[in-house]
């Protein structure tokens, strides 16, 4: 016997003698990236033991924050305004623009407090195993940016993948012919690492990227 | 420099780039159970790019499950009623009553199709070094509940864990001099485990709990 729920969710029959209410929300929470059946169960169980207010804070930050968050017009980070907080920053260096693929990576990059020019968030990476295509990232918007506001130097900052590879390349194409400086940031050995220990991938792109000393 | 928000959560200033929102939102899912802060700040980014019918679905969900599950009356194993379905179902064998420390365990039971007694769900186990006394638990109910409806036989499922053990003894303790037959489930080699892999503490109840064959 299996359970399907309103959302379209099946269930294996041990779950049945949840209450209908766990079980949707037990489901719900099992589509979540990274959460399995037993956790989805773990949490769905903590949940409803925890006093209502603090529950009820949960489901208001999650509407707010789906509500509120949206992508900045520009650079496509988020924020709660139309430019973001970087964007917004007139002491950003307008002539440099990095092109990340995930949010997560300006966040990152910003760890660091030695960038200060400004970003472009792809919000993926091409791949055609996955079916995206260079029309589902903001690969048009940053050639439209370059090209109505051209920076010196567009910095593609893709991760050393097949997929980062590929967007890298298919974005240095588009921006050859416009005359603008395109790099890529440089892709070797960790520091610290021991060569012994790294990967043939990462040891071929240190040998590859060797520079005189 | 570190935020700290309505929750009273602070974050290191990596995060301080992050709409306030999505902080929030990042804040409250690190308060679940094994859900660590990379996890949270993906779940939260993930969740911001959903659906907005999808994100209202979970967080109804959540505030839904909180507010309709409660307690079975009777056993306090989860339910949208008085009584659970187990205790309503009159098929069930009102002899027999399986104590167990959680509302998962008996979903675990119940899995094996072999069980057709009651439970009683006690929701933790006496453990001093996290400060859980019995009277933190529902055992007061359950000596109540064999007072007034007595069952042949009570049946002590608590793990063997030094916790299991503790809480199983002090049950059993109190039930004696009730004369209602208690037992405790048994615990010794899983089927199809080899000697040379089990921990002590397994071989310990294996050969302690021996039977003449």
Redesign the interface.
Known sequence: MRWVDS?GWDYPS??A??????R??IA??ER????GPR?A????????R?P?DE???????????????RLCERCF????QTLC??CQDPSRDANLLCVVAD??D???L??LEQYRGLYHVLHGLISPAEGIQPEDLKIRALIERVRTQPPQEVILATPPTVEGDATALYIARLLKPMGVRTTRIAYGMPVGGELDYADAATLGYALSGRREI
């Open positions: 959302a041990k779950m003698l949840f209450p209908p209410s766990l949707q929300l719900l929470l979540l990236p990274g959460i956790s169960q773990r949490l769905a169980l903590y949940l409803i925890r209502t529950v009820e804070q949960l489901a208001s930050a999650l509407i707010q924050a789906r509500h509120q968050v980070f988020l924020s709660e907080e970087i949010a997560r300006v966040v990152s910003e760890r």
